[in-house]
T-cell receptor
């Protein structure tokens, strides 16, 4: 069966520090991968999606970047965090032929 | 372009009462529609989805939703609320098929509280 791992679960970082969140998927190959953010009191917003290794599409302009160095690995990064980067970050995957999204357990990021 | 509006950021019901969570969507193309549930500090779990088959969709945990094109609605219902239904619920829309898989536009979410 397929599983998705996302870590860390919680993270507190000072403004201006770098960020690296990692997500890996097991039990499937060539998935579509996604990073969503859920800010306090708001719905989920799609930040990035990837249909293959090295292929990243950004949905909104922001202080963050994403990379996909391996088929089942998706990384969210920032060189210098802003206060507005605080939120709950969710990684997700879907197959190429099914609309169902499978979400990781999320990372609660607090930038202070 | 697509958008989703969930009416009511908080809904409170008594255990055993009807649950009704409202969702209206806007889409310029035939939509796929979803309801996801999120328990505290967890990721989202799919409750049900509409993908242009039957307009009345049954999901997990006794939930169902009806796609009404004329009203651009996809309201979520459950006949009898259970304490374990307390969570945040998200309605979402995507364009049907192809490269739109997984690229969902979510509503703001509705927090459901169930009182004993």
């Amino acid at each position: 069966s397929q599983t998705i791992h996302q870590w860390p679960a919680t993270l507190v970082q000072p403004v201006g520090s770098p960020l690296s969140l990692e997500c890996t998927v097991e039990g499937t190959s060539n998935p579509n991968l996604y990073w969503y953010r859920q800010a306090a009191g708001r719905g989920l917003q799609l930040l990035f999606y990837s249909v293959g290794i090295g292929q990243i599409s950004s949905e909104v302009p922001q202080n963050l970047s994403a990379s996909r160095p391996q088929d089942r690995q998706f990384i969210l990064s920032s060189k210098k965090l802003l206060l507005s980067d605080s939120g709950f970050y969710l990684c997700a995957w879907s197959s190429k032929t099914n609309e169902k999204l499978f979400f990781g357990s999320g990372t609660q990021l607090s930038v202070l | 372009a697509q958008s989703v509006t969930q009416l009511g950021s908080h809904v409170s019901v008594s255990e055993g009462a009807l649950v009704l969570l409202r969702c209206n969507y806007s889409s310029s193309v035939p939509p796929y529609l979803f309801w996801y549930v999120q328990y505290p500090n967890q990721g989202l779990q799919l409750l049900l989805k509409y993908t242009s088959a039957a307009t009345l969709v049954k999901g997990i945990n006794g939930f169902e939703a009806e796609f009404k094109k004329s009203e651009t609605s996809f309201h979520l219902t459950k006949p009898s609320a259970h304490m374990s239904d307390a969570a945040e619920y998200f309605c979402a829309v995507s364009a049907a098929g192809g490269t739109s898989y997984g690229k969902l536009t979510f509503g703001q979410g509705t927090i459901l509280t169930v009182h004993p």
